[in-house]
């Protein structure tokens, strides 16, 4: 069971080229989250998903896309890259079986993005 | 507009003291309050869960209150130990039906032996 993964762990990027980060979850969870971390602003929640083929913004989606074709997969895309998503990004995932919410969160280890 | 404050400065203490570490938010009326715990290089593990109508909750040496008139949660270790040492985090959610949290900036504890 190795709970949430991401791919890559490491990436630098030049201003404007493309590519994907990839998330997979082994505990069968509905809900999959992309978020990131930059210094003093705690985890931001870029996109969301409450099941498979369905997506929803986050508080800052610009700049970026996701797709979620399966339900252990959860794709985040940047289509150009720019300085500004340089940053540290994270999945996660719940289950929802907590009547009201609060179903707590597994995180996967991070991809350190770099955009130069 | 909305804020969840954490103490963005380091908390240092002794090895079998109290850490106590404190979440504070403007604007929200949330239904719930999770704690986290994040190491560096790491992703955040999630450490307890407290309701709007719950007081207090305790796991082991962990024990959190939730006050919704102060609007302030407050995080407890006791008998705190080296290996207590981290970031720990706040989140909340806010009403919007979605289970997604918004997360507080985390407050990092250094436990000295």
């Known amino acids: 069971n190795a709970g949430v993964t991401q791919t890559p762990k490491f990436r630098v990027l030049k201003t404007g080229q493309s590519m994907t980060l990839l998330c997979a979850q082994d505990m069968n969870h509905e809900y999959m989250y992309w978020y990131r971390q930059d210094p003093g602003m705690g985890l931001r929640l870029i996109h969301y998903?409450?099941?498979?083929?369905?997506?929803a913004k986050g508080e800052v989606p610009d700049g970026y896309n996701v797709s979620r074709l399966k339900k252990q997969n959860f794709l985040l895309g940047l289509e150009s890259a720019a300085p500004s998503q340089t940053s540290v990004y994270f999945c996660?995932?719940?289950?929802?079986?907590?009547?009201?919410?609060?179903?707590?969160?597994?995180f996967g280890p991070g991809t350190r993005l770099t955009v130069l | 507009s909305q804020k969840i404050e954490q103490n963005s400065e380091a908390l240092n203490i002794q090895e079998g003291k109290t850490a106590t570490l404190t979440c504070n938010y403007t604007?929200?009326?949330?239904?719930?309050l999770q704690w986290y715990r994040q190491d560096p290089g790491r992703g955040p593990v999630f450490l307890l869960l407290i309701r709007e109508n719950e007081k207090e909750k305790r796991k082991e040496r962990l024990k959190v209150t939730f006050d919704t008139t102060l609007k302030q949660s407050l995080f407890h270790i006791t008998a705190s130990q080296p290996a207590d040492s981290a970031t720990y985090l706040c989140a909340l959610d806010k009403r919007t039906g979605r289970r997604a949290l918004t997360f507080g900036s985390g407050t990092r504890l250094q436990v000295q032996p």
């Open positions: 604007n929200y009326s949330p239904a719930y």
């Open positions: 998903s409450v099941g498979e083929g369905t997506t």
């Open positions: 996660a995932s719940s289950y929802p079986q907590r009547v009201g919410g609060g179903d707590e969160q597994f």
